[in-house]
């Protein structure tokens, strides 16, 4: 009996240590596996851009851009193939074939709607556009804007304005066409459509209504509003100190208007007086009319017919923000100066009097250059009528039925 309480109470102590013994050893937990590295997605990325900007000479503007973009996205390992494309030329060389043509490519805006109509010209939207809308202003979104929707982004600016001789003409003197006339002699190239519609436009004549986008309203250039600008022009013609041409053409020209293009030639004729200005009013039947250019830019698009943009679209669309943005602009700017004078508010081109009166432009006294198909009837009539103005064949009395003639040219396709 003595054995049995024993054993009883030998084992009674045996699981009170097992228990303590349990409850003092831990075992160790298991450690999570780390998380792999996402594996990095390869991608060859074909960008076409102007020889100017892949020139050693002026800075490898695009392949130093794409490079800095490549930096800042590691998780893309990218391989760069360059083509050289003009952007004048990419409605040419994209649309042809855009399955083999460029993923980004540089354009002039009023290539969209071939572009578009090509399947070659992706639309932009979300956190890119509002960026864009943010840095660069309504005017130069716009001009990338067709049937609604935004289709690139834009990098710098093309329009025109005035340069002029300070020595010639006061800061108050070139707000008024009609008050530099009766200081120096100032030449517009009056035959060249591109610059002829301003006079209209200022009085109220409009292309395809009053934002340029609604092909349905034709070209109005018709009415009292059109025949008093065509009097206005016949006296200017008249006008011993107005000449036809720029200051290359026109001998002893104190003023003249063109783009960026021009600056160098301004820069030789006037010197130290150089001056730049957005344009001039006019005087039409006593009231003040602000002259208004066409105002375009050029921009950088994404193609999505390519295998990138339908594997990746979100790449391409990286890449064409970033060539367009603050950054890159800066760097554009400072290594071509006035042929690429940005269209980003955030870029300070400092005491640029060229690059100010461009921007200044662009905001102020012009219009955008309607990118519709029938804007194509515009070109040959107005550049008619500016040679008949410079023949002298349109006077005060057959004003009204030139004028009319004019407009019914530009609407021969319109719907009105």
């Not at 060859?44 to 490898?60: F, L, R, Y």
């Not at 003197?173 to 517009?188: P, Q, R, T, Y």
């Not at 003249?256 to 007086?273: H, I, V």
């Amino acid at each position: 009996m003595k054995m049995k309480k024993f054993f009883s109470m030998l084992l009674a102590v045996l699981m009170v240590m097992t228990m303590f013994t349990a409850c003092g050893k831990k075992e160790p937990e298991p450690q999570p596996e780390p998380d792999p590295e996402p594996e990095k997605i390869a991608v060859t990325v074909t960008v076409w851009g102007p020889q100017e900007d892949q020139s050693s000479e002026k800075g490898n503007w695009l392949q130093t851009s794409c490079e800095a973009f490549a930096k800042l996205h590691p998780e893309w390992e990218i391989t760069f193939k360059y083509g050289v494309c003009s952007e004048g030329d990419a409605k040419t060389n994209v649309a042809t074939d855009p399955s083999a043509a460029a993923d980004v490519y540089l354009f002039a805006n009023d290539q969209i709607p071939d572009l578009v109509k090509a399947g070659a010209l992706a639309e932009l939207g979300g956190s890119v556009v509002e960026t864009a809308k943010k840095n660069q202003g309504e005017t130069a979104v716009n001009t990338v804007t067709y049937n609604g929707s935004v289709y690139g982004i834009p990098f710098t600016g093309n329009t025109w304005f005035m340069y002029y001789d300070k020595s010639v003409f006061s800061d108050e003197d070139i707000k008024s066409l009609d008050a530099m006339l009766e200081k120096g002699k100032v030449a517009f190239p009056l035959t060249n459509s591109w610059y002829f519609a301003s006079f209209y436009v200022a009085n109220g004549c409009t292309l395809f209504g009053p934002t340029q986008t609604e092909e349905s309203k034709g070209i109005d250039f018709s009415g009292d509003k059109a025949v008093a600008v065509t009097d206005y022009l016949v006296d200017l013609v008249a006008n011993k100190n107005f000449g036809d041409g720029d200051v290359g053409s026109v001998e002893g020209a104190n003023a003249f208007f063109s783009g960026t293009w021009d600056a160098s030639k301004a820069q030789d004729a006037y010197g130290d007086n150089l001056g730049a200005a957005c344009l001039p009013s006019i005087t039409i039947n006593g009231e003040l009319k602000q002259l208004k250019s066409f105002a375009g830019t050029k921009a950088v698009g994404v193609n999505p017919s390519t295998a990138l943009y339908k594997e990746h679209p979100e790449i391409a669309v990286a890449l064409a923000a970033y060539l367009g943005g603050t950054e890159a602009q800066t760097l554009h700017y400072q290594l071509r100066g006035d042929e690429v004078i940005p269209t980003d508010t955030n870029v300070s081109t400092g005491t640029n009097v060229v690059a100010k009166a461009q921007v200044d432009t662009i905001a102020k006294t012009s219009i955008v250059q309607p990118v519709l198909g029938k804007m194509g009837n515009y070109w040959g009539p107005a550049g008619s009528m500016g040679a008949e103005l410079i023949a002298k064949t349109v006077t005060h009395s057959n004003a009204a039925e030139k004028t009319e003639e004019m407009n019914t040219a530009m609407n021969s396709e319109a719907v009105n």
